[in-house]
């Protein structure tokens, strides 16, 4: 009994697979995966339009920190001509403060530059 069960059941399973195999209308798998395509494309472009805007912000910051650095540098120098040695070494001590941050924010825009190459590329 088994045998003509199993025998059954793969008859059935082809005469589905039959008809669905008829059902299928070409055009609208291929529109499907078009509009797949087109969702993706959007992802990346979503995805490099993040990282643009991500390493202008990181560019900016890095801008405003050189400006502070160049500052401190001014007060550092005007403290040291009057004579306080105490707020000059503060001043420095900021400034060397912003300027490895600088250096840091450059890395991170340098870091950004590899993902929106590979981005870009596609």
Known sequence: MPGIFGRFSILIKAKVSRLLDRAEDPGETLDYSYQKQLESLQQVKRGLAD?????????M???????????????????????????????????????????????????????????GDH
């Open 51 to 59: 990282i643009v805007t991500a390493k202008k912000r990181l560019q």
């Open 61 to 119: 910051q890095e801008a405003q920190l050189q400006q502070t650095v160049d500052k401190l540098t001014g007060q550092a120098q005007k403290a040291m001509a009057a004579g306080r040695e105490d707020l000059a070494r503060t001043a420095l001590e900021r400034k060397n403060v912003a300027e490895t941050e600088a250096q840091s924010l450059d890395q991170q825009v340098a870091e950004l530059a590899d993902p929106q190459d590979r981005l």
